[in-house]
C-alpha cells in the first residue's frame, strides 16, 4: 500500500513539475515576444567575408540596393521587417554568391554575404565583354575594380545576346539542350584557364588568349568552336595551338620548345604546337628593302 501511494505521489510531482516547467516556457516567450515589439533597429551592417580577395561589392553598395528597393530597415521595428525579402534582395544581385541576413540584440541589422568570383574576361572583336566565373555565370564588367584576369579576345560567335547576364549554364542546357556544343566549348575554356592559373610552370606567362573563326565553318544554327593562339608574357611570338582539346600535350611541347632554346623567340616568330608530337615554327619574314 505504501508502495502504491509513493507512485501516486511521483506522478503528481512529476506532473506540477512540467507543469511549471511549460507555464515557464509560455511566460518566457510572451515576455521575449513583447520585448521584440518593442525593438527597432539601430543600424545596418554589411560583412563581405571574401573582401580582401576581390572588390566587386562594397557595404555602401548594398546598403544603396537595400534602400532603394523601399527596404531600408533602420528605425523600423524588429518585428515588422521582412529578413527573406531583404536576404533575397542582397542574393539577386549579380556579384553575390551567398548571404545571410539577421537582427542581433544590439539591434543590428546584419547582412553577411560572399562574392562570385570571376575566372576570366572575355571582351571580344564583336562586341561580346564580361566576366565569367567558373560556374558558367555571366558578370558585367565592374569599372571600380580591376582584377587581374586571363582575358580572351579575338572573335566567338556565341549562340546569346552580348548583354547576357546571369546562369549560362542554365541558359545553355534548357529543356531543348540547343547549345550543348557551346556548353562544352566553355567547359573546355574554363578547365584550360584553371589549367594555366593552377600549374606553376604556366601560372602568369599567358597574356591573352586570342580567338579565331573554326577552320571548318559550322553548319548554320550550330556552334562552331573557335581556334586559338596565345600571346606569352615573355617573348615577342605567338603560339598556336588550335582547339581546346588536348592542351596539357599542347602546353607541354611549348615549354621543351622554348626550354631547347633552338631559336631566338624573342625576335618576333609563330610556334604551332597544334598537332600530336609537333612543334613547328616560323620565323618572321625580312622586310623588303626599298628599291
Known sequence: MK???KKIWRTVGNILFWGAVVAYLV???????????GRRVERMEVIVRDSLE???????????LVDEAGENPVGKRVDSLNLGKINRLVEDFCFTARAITYVDYNNTLTVELTQREPLLRVCTDNGYDFYLTQGLYVLPIEPLASPNLPVVSGRIDFPFGTSFRGDLKEWL?????????CYNFLCKLINFVVLTESTPSYEGKIVQ????PPKTKAPRGEFGEPHFKLIPRYGDYVVEIGSLDDVEAKLYRWSRFAEAQVVDMSAGGILNVEYE?????????AAKKKK
Open 3 to 5: 508502495e502504491k501511494g
Open 27 to 37: 511566460w518566457a516567450f510572451g515576455l521575449r515576444k513583447h520585448a521584440q515589439q
Open 54 to 64: 576581390s572588390s566587386f561589392i562594397t557595404p555602401a553598395t548594398i546598403i544603396n
Open 173 to 181: 542546357l534548357g529543356e531543348e539542350k540547343k547549345y550543348k556544343d
Open 209 to 212: 588568349i586570342v580567338a579565331t
Open 277 to 285: 608530337g609537333q612543334a613547328l615554327w616560323k620565323a618572321p619574314q
